[in-house]
């Protein structure tokens, strides 16, 4: 028996146990919104039936809309929704290195946007588990040779992580399934041992369990001979046969392939909380309020029916035009006759109307719409969505710092390694990259910034009417610029500050010569007047030995 393959499948019984008291609340949550991950407390068969006890399908909506919410505003794949910057304000105005950013965020943009990679198909499905569950497991996965990662949305039921010390998490094992023929496929025939060997032979359909286990390599060349668990790499990767207790492969990765992004958290808890958890009293409402609400529809569309108990009745015709003889007595009195409770299907309607809003504001479905009445302002509605991000802030946030911060740093360091990257100017050795998101959500949260300057200026307006020295206060270029970045205005349409300051000199002496060519112009205009007119009074009498005056007084002033 492999040590280390034991040791690992006793730590992930370990971590399983851990989140044991999870599983059953992830359970409830997936048969009432999202049955199709639903696979928690026990397998379900392929095909089978996950919605037979859902009546309203408002929860699953919810959960799509903002999923679609956050995949359109957050990493929309027809936006840029990041780009690459340096926190030195006048190096990221260098043009070269400002080029260089665009550049490289454009060829990072292009990985993310290749089909084979199907990024923004899975990042979908990571959001709806962030919406359900509150946590969502995401890997990427590089693809040898072929030069793009491999993006997945991993099910929650089948991961179990751990946190380091500073509460990132750091580990994760994945516990999965495969035939023995796809093991064969996988790992290759040498390394199948025991039962899986001989099933590869006799049984290549049979299912096996097996255990992907990403951790640091440190914890693994503990209890293996040190190098080779991680090929050298800071994180290792493990694949083993659970079934016979062996490692089918080793290897590592120089980046933590999985992203594992919490909703919210709460203290001293690993895993996170979602809003279908607090939804979920409303959602169960509201399933068995639409199932009450059914059942009175039914009764009131096809009442029971009440009869004297002791008559003798043929049974009763019920369809469109048919006629039940001995139905009325002598009198004419109907022996059958329906019973009406007084329903009121009206009540039960408006309660679950009632409902469907609390489990549509929980989802955040009004911010994820961005609109509000059709009369309102441009103003108002700026006010509205600021309002709105405020609680949508934090946990953007958290969607930042752990999955798209680590997602990006290593899609970067993949392309450098690959050589799919530019070569960085030499003003950008040693200098740390930082991700600047442009997004549209992101964008409107900067927005508020572009609001607060907009009013300012509004508001001393009319001050600098009666005391336009007041404006001096203002710096038209830093708030020009501010702008533009609150408004989210793209940096290759900004020219730096270098080169404005050339644009502004070049115009200064353009201006000096236009005025300095006018000045001549109206010199030479002013001499051709002159010339005229001591020839016009050169004409008369007198006249000559006048100008020869003028001339002789004008030589002795220059002279």
Same mark, same amino acid.
């Given at each position: ?12 019984? %370990? ?12 359970? %409830? ?155 064969? &496929? ?68 120089? %980046? ?12 001293? %808890? ?59 007595? &002598? ?37 994820? &719409? ?158 051709? &007047? ?30």
């Amino acid at each position: 028996m492999d040590d280390l393959a034991h040791e690992l499948v006793r730590r992930h019984g %370990e971590l399983k146990a851990v989140r044991g008291t999870w599983e059953a609340h992830w359970q %409830e949550l997936a048969d009432f919104v999202r049955p199709l991950r639903a696979d928690f407390t026990g397998p379900r068969s392929p095909g089978e039936k996950r919605s037979r006890e859902i009546y309203d399908g408002t929860p699953g909506q919810a959960v799509e809309g903002l999923a679609a919410g956050l995949w359109g505003m957050v990493t929309n794949a027809a936006n840029q929704w990041f780009a690459l910057t340096v926190d030195d304000p006048d190096l990221a105005g260098f043009q070269p290195v400002k080029e260089w950013l665009e550049l490289a965020a454009d060829h990072m943009r292009s990985l993310f946007a290749h089909n084979g990679g199907q990024f923004y198909a899975r990042v979908f499905e990571l959001y709806a588990d962030l919406a359900t569950f509150g946590t969502g497991v995401f890997y990427s996965e590089d693809v040898i040779g072929e030069g793009y990662l491999r993006f997945s949305t991993r099910p929650l039921a089948e991961t179990c992580v751990a946190e380091d010390d500073a509460g990132t998490v750091d580990t994760v094992f994945r516990s999965f399934q495969m035939t023995a023929r796809q093991a064969v &496929q996988r790992f290759g025939d040498g390394q199948l041992e025991g039962k899986l060997r001989d099933a590869a032979e006799k049984q290549p359909d049979r299912a096996f369990p097996f255990l992907h286990a990403v951790l640091p390599a440190e914890e693994v060349d503990d209890k293996a001979e040190r190098g080779k668990a991680a090929r050298g790499k800071p994180w290792a990767s493990l694949y083993v046969d659970v079934t016979g207790r062996k490692v089918l492969r080793r290897g590592g990765f120089a %980046e933590f392939p999985f992203q594992v992004p919490r909703w919210s958290t709460a203290a001293g %808890e690993i895993y996170g909380r979602s809003p279908a958890m607090l939804a979920l009293a409303d959602v169960k409402m509201l399933n068995q309020m639409a199932r009450s609400t059914i059942e009175a529809a039914h009764k009131a569309v096809n009442p029971p029916l009440i009869a004297f108990d002791d008559g003798v009745y043929r049974p009763m015709r019920l369809y469109p035009g048919s006629v039940n003889f001995g139905g009325v007595n &002598q009198d004419g009195r109907p022996l059958v006759q329906p019973l009406l409770t007084g329903t009121r299907v009206d009540i039960g309607l408006e309660m679950e109307e009632q409902r469907r809003g609390a489990i549509r504001e929980a989802f955040y479905f009004s911010l994820m &719409q961005m609109v509000g009445r059709a009369d309102m302002t441009a103003t108002e509605v700026m006010a509205r969505q600021e309002e709105k991000l405020r609680l949508l802030g934090p946990h953007l946030g958290r969607l930042q710092a752990e999955f798209l911060d680590p997602l990006i740093d290593r899609v970067f360091a993949v392309m450098q390694r690959n050589r799919q990257l530019p070569e960085p100017p030499p003003e950008l050795e040693g200098r740390e990259l930082k991700v600047d998101y442009v997004s549209p959500l992101a964008k409107a949260q900067k927005a508020a910034d572009g609001q607060a300057m907009l009013r300012a200026l509004e508001s001393i307006a009319p001050l600098a009417q009666i005391a336009p020295t007041v404006m001096d206060n203002f710096d038209p270029d830093t708030l020009a610029r501010r702008l533009a970045e609150a408004w989210g205005a793209p940096a290759v349409i900004l020219r730096g500050e270098q080169e404005v300051a050339e644009l502004r000199q070049q115009r200064a002496e353009a201006q000096a010569a236009q005025q300095q060519m006018a000045m001549l112009q109206q010199a030479a205009q002013m001499a051709e &007047q002159g010339a005229g007119a001591a020839q016009r009074l050169a004409a008369t009498e007198g006249g000559a030995e006048l100008v020869q005056g003028i001339a002789g007084a004008v030589g002795q002033a220059g002279a």
